[in-house]
């Protein structure tokens, strides 16, 4: 018998571009925006989230350069908490209960990651912020997002991009000709090899049947309207 009274949950992917508005580190000013968006899609909905890291590390960039794939990656996870952390305290200044959690300990700033804890703080109404990743080398963020969402349950998986708004047929910022498509199956997504997110979240989502939304941030209101379930960007389901 379905539950009528079960809210809607999603797992919000926000990557760590967004964290820095375009710099390395993070941007007060914007990070502060979205948190408000966030506290204000999660009056209504259970919102989760998984964090990048590329304002501040990426690991498949360093170990191009030289360095050892899985410290880089490691490095990566450690910037995805910064973000955790700064994206917790402005999401508490608008008013929003919130709990990180990590997949490497770190006890003194994180609670360990437990799915059930986490399903449990979700139905409390509090936001729950996933860092470091997997804690594993060579997962993305994308690929975690899938992960996560999978475990605690949730109904989709919001990819919020930055200077994108949806899954487009070929990249728009080098191909003029480029057209946004507004639905779209794993299936296809994976055979025209389309980049949006990674082919392991894609796959993943695929085999679970668990679908995903492609949205811009922009404008203002668009991350609250995602949450809340309007239809922006691109779908992509089986």
């Known amino acids: 018998m379905i539950d009528t009274g079960k809210k809607r949950r999603v797992l919000l992917k926000l990557s760590g571009e967004a964290f820095g508005g375009g710099a390395v580190g993070v941007n007060p000013d914007v990070v502060s925006s979205l948190a408000r968006e966030i506290a204000e899609g999660a009056k209504q909905v259970e919102v989760a989230i998984v964090v990048g890291g590329g304002n501040f590390f990426r690991g498949a960039e360093l170990s191009q350069r030289g360095m050892d794939r899985e410290r880089a990656d490691y490095m990566g996870m450690l ?4 973000n955790a952390l700064a994206l ?3 999401l ?3 008013g929003a209960e919130t ?3 990590s997949a490497i300990a770190m006890t003194q700033v994180a609670e ?3 799915p059930r804890r986490a399903e449990r ?3 409390k109404g509090r936001v729950v912020i996933f860092g470091a990743g997997a804690g594993l080398p060579y997962f993305s963020t994308d690929t975690v997002a899938a992960q996560r969402a999978l475990e605690i349950a949730a109904d989709l998986v919001l990819v919020a991009k930055n200077g994108v708004d949806g899954v487009y047929s070929d990249d728009p910022r080098t191909n003029p000709d480029a057209r ?3 639905q779209i199956t794993y299936q296809d997504a994976l055979q025209r090899g389309l980049k949006v997110v990674d082919s392991t979240a894609f796959s993943l989502c695929m085999d679970n049947n ?3 939304q492609v949205f811009g941030m922009a404008p203002e209101g668009n991350v609250t309207a995602a949450i809340l379930g309007s239809d922006l960007g691109t779908r992509v389901s089986n």
């Open 210 to 212: 668990m679908p995903m």
């Open 88 to 90: 917790q305290d402005f």
């Open 99 to 101: 709990r990180v959690q």
């Open 121 to 123: 703080h979700l139905q």
């Open 112 to 114: 360990p990651y437990i």
């Open 180 to 182: 946004k498509i507004d």
């Open 92 to 94: 508490e200044q608008a």
């Open 79 to 82: 910037g995805t908490v910064m």
